[in-house]
């Protein structure tokens, strides 16, 4: 290729652009669950599609939407109580930590956005957002808390069963879909606070793909 | 944080069906769009500008005309534009599309927005930039929290540019405290809006403000 037809570089899976912005994970549970590793995508060099992706001038452009979203998550879990409250070197050292693969630099600092008060069963409000192909939004996220009004804990099932009626089956008909977080399918019955503190991705949402239940 | 700054999706949606009847009244463009599974909405207006450059003799140098400035921006337009040969002025049509989204997040209203040539090209972040008005960026070149980023549209799924909420309720509480005091109704939209509006290049006509007052009087 000559240099000057080479623009900005993007990713492609079965004819879907790729979302840089989203977990590499995510992507490969929403799209390419079933096909065995390693996964096969094309890269492109041309004709990058604006309408579809966000453009990525750089690595800044990637810290920046990542701490964008553990803002947000914070905002959700603590009135950005907690990440506000933190200095600009912790922010660097949970972008690094992430970029470098260092688990406990990156935990150092993210096991405080895993606390919550004494006299609450849990945060604030779940950091979540649920991803299916099937719709033209991107994902859904709503507000949901972690305890019910009379101190119970809410389940995935709960959650599902709020926001996202048509991923649960019936109890008595046939499972059509799997409810997938980081490649396994945790129970229903999961407290969502748990969920959050333990499963979460680095960005703190838990990011869920309803795929459909494959046939084999 | 105080709770009574932070509205609910409800609050959201009733202010803007304030704010779009006024501009029903006014021929404002603002609609209301309904996202497909129902489940919640957004404002949106269309407005074409026309953006004219000079080419060659002054490269670099282009002058936005936009029709809903104040004059005081008309006069910007640097005087060569009326010497220059014929054929070197080219005027070209940008289609903005303005959204107003809720965020659950921060409980707050969000910008977003896209502009494009009318053969469908977009415009870049830079040509977006330079769009906003110098009293606008160095405000916004003080924060990666403040500034124009592009963004994934949470109901479309497409690249949009958005002002981010984070800092929203810091300039809003003034306001809001303010109407209190003098007990005076205020349309949280309107207020946002024509606050953050001007950057991105959207004005509100001051009737808007009338608007507001106007419904306060009719309700007693």
């Known amino acids: 290729m000559r240099q000057e037809d080479i623009s900005e570089i993007w990713f492609e899976y079965e004819g879907t652009p790729l979302k840089w912005h989203y977990p590499i994970g995510l992507l490969f549970d929403l799209l390419a669950s079933s096909s065995a590793l390693p996964w096969n995508i094309t890269v492109h060099f041309k004709s990058f599609p604006e309408k579809d992706l966000l453009h990525c001038p750089s690595k800044d452009a990637v810290e920046a939407h990542f701490m964008s979203c553990m803002k947000e998550a914070d905002a959700l879990k603590h009135k950005s109580q907690v990440i506000n409250e933190m200095q600009k070197k912790d922010h660097k050292q949970l972008w690094m930590g992430l970029q470098n693969d260092r688990f406990d630099q990156f935990w150092a600092i993210n096991r405080k956005l895993m606390e919550y008060p004494a006299e609450e069963n849990g945060f604030r409000y779940i950091p979540f957002r649920i991803y299916q192909t099937t719709t033209e939004r991107p994902f859904i996220q709503k507000l949901f808390r972690p305890v ?18 048509s991923a649960i089956s019936p109890e008595d008909g046939e499972k059509k879909n799997q409810v997938m977080i980081h490649g396994i399918e945790p129970m229903l019955e999961t407290p969502l606070q748990w969920l959050s503190e333990h499963l979460s991705y680095p960005d703190n949402f838990l990011h869920i793909s309803i795929i459909p239940q494959p046939t084999d | 944080m105080e709770e009574d700054e932070f509205f609910g999706e409800k609050t959201f949606q009733h202010y ?43 490269p670099g140098t282009s002058a936005y005309v936009q029709t809903c400035l104040p004059t005081e921006e008309a006069l910007e337009l640097p005087l060569d534009d009326f010497e220059v040969p014929e054929t070197a002025v080219a005027s070209e049509v940008i289609k903005y599309e303005y959204h107003v989204l809720y965020s659950c997040s921060y409980q707050v209203p969000v910008l977003y927005f896209r502009a494009s040539f009318l053969d469908g090209r977009p415009l870049t972040l ?43 309720n810091e300039f809003m509480t ?24 001007p950057v991105v290049g959207l004005n509100l006509p001051l009737s808007y403000a009338n608007a507001t007052s106007q419904d306060e009087r009719n309700v007693d």
């Open chain 1, 148 to 165: 019910a009004a009379d101190g119970q804990l809410h389940t995935l099932g709960d959650l599902l069963r709020e926001v996202c009626p």
């Open chain 2, 16 to 58: 803007c069906a304030e704010f779009i009847k006024h501009s029903q009244q006014i021929g404002d463009g603002w609609e209301w769009k309904i996202s497909k599974d129902c489940s919640d909405g957004y404002m949106c207006k269309t407005h074409f500008q026309i953006k004219s450059g000079t080419v060659v003799s002054h």
């Open chain 2, 126 to 168: 830079k040509d977006v930039w330079e769009g906003v008005h110098e009293c606008y960026k160095t405000r916004l070149l003080q924060g990666p929290w403040d500034t124009i980023t592009q963004q994934e549209h949470p109901v479309l799924g497409q690249p949009f540019f958005v002002l981010h909420p984070c800092k929203t």
């Open chain 2, 174 to 197: 003034p306001v809001l405290k303010n109407s209190r005091k003098i007990n005076r109704n205020v349309n949280y939209i309107t207020s946002w809006l024509s606050i953050v509006g």
